[in-house]
């Protein structure tokens, strides 16, 4: 079971580029989320979806977009990046509203 | 709405001294709680959790925390700390009936001391 993985690790962008980071997860689990990780502001939601097929905004969702492709992957997608983007990323996955799995993160920079 | 407070950005401790992180909360429905931690350069992984029953839970590692509802706070204890428990605590909360959505604390590192 690889859990939660996230490609790519590190990534480096000027202003104006889109990408998207990719998650998948392996468990089975109906639940995937997006999260950043700011210094001094602890994790915030971008983005989640509570089952396939859906997807809802959380408490950042400003300049990105999301797809649920199928049950085991979310891909999180930035149309044009800005410097205020340059952050850490995680995707998480849980059963329902129990515990989340998260992967090892996206280290994003925006020049 | 909900909200997650952590006390204390920072935590200076020596190797085996106890130490504690503070965690309060803020909701208007019942509510789970978690500890998660996070290693330098690595994601999260879940260190404990209360969903129902006992107020006291423990983690495989020697943590514990105490759930208290009428002062909302899910306090981190350990009575003795080690060195390879340098990281970065999180406390988070969802709503017991919603989609599994996760409100952070700001995070507290906990330095551990030769």
């Known amino acids: 079971n690889a859990g939660v993985t996230q490609t790519p690790k590190f990534q480096v962008l000027k202003t104006g580029q889109s990408m998207t980071l990719q998650c998948a997860q392996d468990m089975n689990h109906n639940s995937m989320y997006w999260y950043r990780q700011d210094p001094g502001m602890g994790l915030r939601l971008i983005y989640y979806s509570a089952s396939e097929g859906t997807t809802d905004k959380g408490e950042v969702p400003n300049g990105y977009n999301v797809s649920r492709l199928n049950k085991r992957e979310f891909s999180l997608r930035l149309e044009s990046a800005a410097p205020s983007q340059t952050s850490v990323y995680f995707c998480?996955?849980?059963?329902?509203?129990?515990?989340?799995?998260f992967g090892p993160g996206t280290r994003l920079t925006v020049t | 709405a909900q909200s997650v407070t952590q006390l204390d950005s920072q935590v200076p401790v020596f190797e085996e001294a106890p130490v504690e992180l503070r965690c309060n909360y803020s909701s208007s429905v019942s509510v789970y709680l978690f500890w998660y931690v996070q290693y330098p350069n690595q994601g999260l992984q879940l260190l404990l959790k209360y969903l129902s029953g006992s107020t006291l839970v423990e983690s495989i590692n020697g943590f514990e925390a105490e759930f208290n509802k009428s002062q909302t706070s899910f306090h981190l204890r350990k009575p003795s700390v080690h060195i390879s428990d340098t990281a970065e605590y999180f406390c988070?909360?969802?709503?017991?009936?919603?989609?599994?959505?996760?409100?952070f604390g700001q995070g507290t590192t906990l330095q551990v001391k030769p």
């Open positions: 988070a909360v969802s709503e017991a009936s919603n989609t599994g959505k996760l409100i």
């Open positions: 998480a996955s849980s059963a329902y509203h129990l515990e989340q799995y």
